[in-house]
């Protein structure tokens, strides 16, 4: 995924020189940007994210399952160049949360004495749905490219960024009580839920380098943290990396 991640970053970056020196483009280079209307356009003004999530370097020891995922919302404020309008930053607060599913584990997040433990439980007791929940509030830039600045709700556009953000919750939430053949426990029914919080675990802050690419007001995104979700000594190094649709607008 790293790899990925750092091909689309040189392509992004390629793409961003070639439409500024291609002699191709010298229509465009000879345009007046000053007479550019920009005041009826849609600045993607708020970006809602959702995408299939996972961990790089996660060990064969740690069993996820089904769709992981993340669901961001954030509100942007979108600068264009004056030199080119095509071109333009855009920063602004908001909030990622990630989901991820684990199968037949227990995690030991209430233990502090020891290192963060993934158990495999399938040969007892054990929630039959089992999720890790990280939420942050977070601060992304971009750097942005429309091919039409006047018209960017029916354009191409791409976008090269990053996001730093600070953990306010994260919790371990369990549901339906099963033994291992996966038939309930007496006394506990299917609506049957644990939830316990805790950040002791994992880091307080991360760094999150983004790419987007589409048309319109849709696009697909890809995301990788720069560091471990989990300290340094008390875990397994694990990077979480998502894909994914996101819709703009405004």
């Given amino acids: 995924m790293k790899k990925l991640f750092l091909l689309t970053t040189g392509f992004c970056f390629v793409f961003f020189l070639s439409a500024q020196e291609n002699p191709s483009t010298s229509k465009n280079k000879k345009k007046d940007w000053s007479k550019v209307k920009l005041t009826n356009r849609a600045n993607d003004h708020f970006m809602l994210q959702y995408g299939i999530t996972n961990w790089s370097g996660k060990p064969d020891s740690i069993k996820t399952k089904g769709f992981s995922r993340s669901f961001n919302f954030y509100i942007m404020i979108d600068m264009p160049f004056k030199t080119d309008p095509r071109f333009s930053v855009a920063a602004g607060p908001g909030i990622g949360v990630d989901n991820i599913f684990f199968d037949k584990t227990n995690i030991t997040t209430t233990n502090h004495l020891k290192p963060l433990a993934f ?132």
Avoid: C
């Fill in 119 to 250: 158990q495999n439980v399938a040969d007892t007791n054990h929630f039959d749905k089992y999720k890790l929940v990280n939420a942050f509030l977070e601060l992304p830039v971009e750097l942005r490219f429309v091919l039409n600045p006047e018209n960017s709700g029916k354009s191409f556009k791409v976008a090269l960024g990053a996001k730093v953000g600070v953990q306010v919750s994260s919790h371990i939430k369990g549901k339906r009580w099963v033994d291992k053949n996966g038939t309930n426990i007496p006394g506990f029914d299917d609506k049957y839920v644990q939830k316990n919080k805790d950040k002791y675990f994992f880091n307080g802050n991360r760094l999150v380098g983004m790419f987007r690419i589409g048309y319109g007001n849709l696009s697909l995104h890809a995301t990788y943290q720069i560091g471990s979700l989990i300290k340094d000594g008390l875990g397994p190094q694990v990077k979480p990396y998502t894909i994914g649709v996101t819709i703009s607008g405004l």
